[in-house]
């Protein structure tokens, strides 16, 4: 089936997509994005989009940093995008890319007097780490600070700090590489958050270790406490808390919930998809394929 994007206030294929060569947010990286996944349920025939309404919000927020006003209301984004993933005719997981964007064709470092405007995609994709549980290093890349780009906003201009840190994860072997903060505690991977289970004790670490506030994290700590009685701590976690930790696991929209089983080549606990995190990523992925009714709010169905 083909795809399609809506830009400029219209649905065209996704071939015919396209922005100038001069657009501002190309040069620059003034633009905020989603990653917004739709999941395949085979029994129902539905495609539920999770969280639809918490991304969008999290879209205007991040809009509001770089200065822009989205165009069009919260659950006007929601319906163009239901309508977006009802026209590709998807029976598949799928990724929905939204990006609000300086649209302005000019030359010039700046936020003001910027055009802005708002596009949306939706591709077929599968896992985005392809193994049953990763193998991580330390980041020799740091996150940047609060007062350096806010990292609670998904700006595309910071996201050269993930790249810098997936490939070089990659390039020495790993799957994955996990970035400290500038004082050096445990921040976040390079494009999920990480938590860590010690003793039946749920960590994760603080929004002031420069980590975006993730939607999955939120799901994930939720599912913890209401479905295994489990709250989630959050704290500055130091590296020797990582080695040492019991479970440890990585949540991001892309990654879903994916179990770590080394750090820098040392097993973390037996090196092997652990109780609760097992039961968590169950949990999980029976929710964002609408099987828990319990939860069944948080997922939009498409058809």
């Known amino acids: 089936m083909p795809s399609y994007a809506f830009l400029r206030n219209e649905f065209i294929p996704l071939e015919d997509a396209k922005v100038g060569i001069m657009t501002h947010a190309l040069h620059y990286g003034t633009a905020v994005f989603e990653g917004i996944r739709g999941n395949w349920n085979e029994d129902k ?58 649209s302005t064709e000019a030359m010039g470092v700046r936020l003001h007097n910027l055009d802005n405007d708002f596009l949306v995609f939706a591709i077929p994709w599968g896992r985005y780490i392809d193994v049953d549980a990763c193998r991580c290093c330390i980041s020799s890349w740091r996150r940047p600070a609060d007062n350096v780009i806010p990292p609670s906003a998904k700006i595309t201009g910071l996201y050269i700090n993930n790249a810098f840190t997936k490939t070089e994860a990659q390039s020495r072997g790993y799957d994955e590489g ?101 039961k968590l990523q169950k949990l999980y992925f029976d929710v964002i394929k609408g099987k828990n009714e319990k939860y069944i709010d948080w997922c939009t169905p498409v058809y």
């Open 45 to 102: 025939k539905q495609v539920y989009i999770f969280r639809l309404k918490e991304h969008y919000e999290r879209l205007a927020q991040g809009s509001a940093v770089l200065q822009m006003e989205l165009p069009y209301s919260v659950e006007e984004l929601c319906k163009i995008t239901v309508d977006l993933v009802k026209k590709g005719e998807f029976k598949e997981d799928i990724y929905i890319r939204p990006l609000s964007y300086k």
């Open 178 to 278: 996990i970035m400290l903060s500038q004082d050096g505690n445990v921040s976040e991977g390079s494009g999920e958050n990480i938590f860590l289970i010690k003793n039946g004790r749920l960590f994760t670490p603080t929004t002031k270790d420069s980590i975006l506030k993730g939607i999955t994290r939120d799901t994930v700590m939720t599912l913890a406490k209401n479905e295994l009685g489990i709250d989630t701590i959050e704290k500055k976690i130091d590296l020797v808390e990582l080695y040492d930790a019991d479970e440890c696991f990585l949540t991001g929209t892309a990654a879903h919930l994916t179990p770590v089983s080394e750090v820098e080549n040392k097993k973390i606990g037996t090196g092997e998809v652990g109780e609760i995190t097992f």
